[in-house]
T-cell receptor, first 115, second 116 residues
Framework: AQSVAQPEDQVNVAEGNPLTVKCTYS??????LFWYVQYPNRGLQFLLKYITGDNLVKGSYGFEAEFNKSQTSFHLKKPSALVSDSALYFC?????????????FGAGTRLFVKA | SQTIHQWPATLVQPVGSPLSLECTVEGTSNPNLYWYRQAAGRGLQLLFYSVGIGQISSEVPQNLSASRPQDRQFILSSKKLLLSDSGFYLCAWSVRGGGRAPGELFFGEGSRLTVL
């Protein structure tokens, strides 16, 4: 069975500094990986995904993520954090991208960006 | 464009009362539909998913049930709520099989349920 781990409950970063939110995964085959963001009392919003191809994926709001197959990681990064990036971030893995089946989420990492 | 509607946004119910949360999707056909529960503002637990009308898969044994009476309608129900049913319930949809955005989920705004 597939699983996702986000080892940090919380990440604190100063505005303007680079940020990294970590994610590792476990799947039996090739992974389909996603990052979502959630603002308070809202639904999740899709940020970016890795399906195949280039290991560096660029997404919304200046975020990017790097797929590392040997380390089974998919860390979310941004070169310069904004206060408005403060939110809850979820890494997710999907077990069958074409069959449309379930997506498994990590526990989430809360990002605080201080002005 | 596709939209997803979920209601009610908030609900306060006594223990033992019934529950019905509804979700509809517009602008697409044959979507995969999902119900997730988020407890304490953190991790998401997949409750049910559906790949077609009347086809429901349950992930966690509990006193909740789901139904899909129409292609773009997904309902979460309970006959008798428990205190432990409190949480933030999220409906989501995804494209079935390739298409414009294979794999990613599109979420509704959520329904916050408090059982007293």
């Amino acid at each position: 069975a597939q699983s996702v781990a986000q080892p940090e409950d919380q990440v604190n970063v100063a505005e303007g500094n680079p940020l990294t939110v970590k994610c590792t995964y476990s799947v039996s085959g090739n992974p389909y990986l996603f990052w979502y963001v959630q603002y308070p009392n809202r639904g999740l919003q899709f940020l970016l995904k890795y399906i195949t191809g280039d290991n560096l994926v660029k997404g919304s709001y200046g975020f990017e993520a790097e797929f590392n197959k040997s380390q089974t990681s998919f860390h979310l990064k941004k070169p310069s954090a904004l206060v408005s990036d403060s939110a809850l971030y979820f890494c997710a893995v999907r077990d069958n991208p074409t069959g449309g089946f379930k997506t498994i989420f990590g526990a989430g990492t809360r990002l605080f960006v201080k002005a | 464009s596709q939209t997803i509607h979920q209601w009610p946004a908030t609900l306060v119910q006594p223990v033992g009362s019934p529950l019905s949360l509804e979700c509809t999707v517009e602008g697409t056909s044959n979507p995969n539909l999902y119900w997730y529960r988020q407890a304490a503002g953190r991790g998401l637990q997949l409750l049910f998913y559906s790949v077609g009308i009347g086809q429901i898969s349950s992930e966690v044994p509990q006193n909740l049930s789901a139904s899909r009476p129409q292609d773009r309608q997904f309902i979460l129900s309970s006959k008798k709520l428990l205190l432990s049913d409190s949480g933030f319930y999220l409906c989501a949809w995804s494209v079935r099989g390739g298409g414009r955005a294979p794999g990613e989920l599109f979420f509704g705004e959520g329904s916050r349920l408090t059982v007293l």
